[in-house]
């Protein structure tokens, strides 16, 4: 059965494919799923997370062939959008070469790939992330139409000072920038910004703002490093945080909806589609596996964040 089904993968991927269909939307709204099976029944979601070496990936304990297997056919026959997602947090992906990239992006590649998103919060050097851009600077060419999503951590300040980008999220746009990326989209990580202070969020009754912040953060990256709001994209975490007094609630998911399509924005996603229910039981913290927020019903923060499809 599996030889079967990579068989019909490859025949998906070797196809022709009109232009058109391989062109992203201007926007995109949806959840990150955390790894394979994935549920085209869910809608456009984000597949989070391959880690490794271009085409050598590893999702969790599967390589990239067998969750390619899985999982693009099923998407390609209820005609949903899919986009392919790497690193996160605690994980690394990496590409020292051409080809590795181009393996790595033909065994994902069909008529609904809508694109890659490449999330690097820590623990890869400048080298490797330039490395990384180079390659994709480099399939870009080939494959203009994917949408190319950077998935980079952020404050939200205030104060005035625009303090948004570390380090590691700096490094990302100058390698884009030196290497020519077209059209790139910077996904910024509006969750886990801290205790209340001007310095790393917008403030009110004594709390960060999850919704204001969300926009701020956006505000911030357009005017500092003159990113143009047509190539932001926000990533809430819905429900209790990790850093727990910042929360995001139902409230702030309808505000940060509408600015972002009020702004032209490239989209917002969310982490993740496990999380979008009350838990089972009374819970502390955040989890895994719910929202932590008891009178939030399952699907709500979807329902909020994610447009419905447009009617005929």
Not at 23 to 39: M, N, Q, R
Not at 59 to 79: I, P
Not at 107 to 133: C, M, N, W
Not at 298 to 307: K, N, S, T
Request: hydrophobic letters at 45%.
């Amino acid at each position: 059965m599996r030889q079967i089904l990579l068989a019909a993968l490859a025949a998906i991927g070797a196809a022709a494919l009109p232009a058109s269909a391989l062109a992203a939307p201007a926007a995109v709204s949806g959840p990150y799923k955390y790894l394979s099976p994935w549920d085209p029944a869910h809608g456009v979601q984000t597949w989070a997370f391959a880690s490794g070496e271009c085409g050598q990936e590893r999702w969790g304990g599967l390589d990239g062939a067998e969750v390619a297997a899985a999982n693009v056919a099923r998407f390609v026959q209820a005609g949903v959008g899919y986009i392919v997602s790497t690193g996160g947090q605690g994980n690394i992906f990496t590409c020292a070469t051409d080809a590795g990239m181009e393996a790595f992006v033909s065994r994902y590649k069909s008529a609904q790939l809508i694109g890659f998103d490449f999330d690097i919060e820590h623990g890869q050097t400048p080298a490797q992330i330039d490395s990384l851009v180079q390659r994709i600077a480099h399939v870009q060419k080939t494959h203009p139409g994917w949408r190319y999503s950077f998935t980079i951590a952020t404050h939200a300040a205030s104060d005035g000072s625009r303090r948004s980008l570390n380090a590691t999220g700096e490094q990302v746009l100058a390698a884009l920038r030196r290497h020519a990326v077209q059209d790139f989209v910077l996904n910024l990580m509006v969750m886990d910004y801290g205790p209340a202070s001007r310095k790393v969020c917008v403030v009110r009754r004594g709390r960060c703002d999850m919704g204001a912040s969300a926009v701020q953060a956006a505000h911030n990256v357009h005017r500092k490093y003159k990113v143009p709001y047509a190539q932001i994209a926000l990533t809430p975490m819905i429900g209790v945080n990790d850093v727990l007094e910042n929360v995001f609630t139902l409230e702030d998911a309808r505000a940060t909806a509408q600015a972002v399509r009020k702004m032209g924005m490239a989209g917002v996603h969310y982490w993740s589609l496990d999380r979008d229910k009350p838990c089972a039981k009374p819970t502390k913290g955040a989890d895994p596996s719910c929202s932590t927020m008891p009178d939030v019903p399952a699907g709500a923060y979807q329902r909020a964040l994610v447009p419905p499809p447009a009617t005929q």
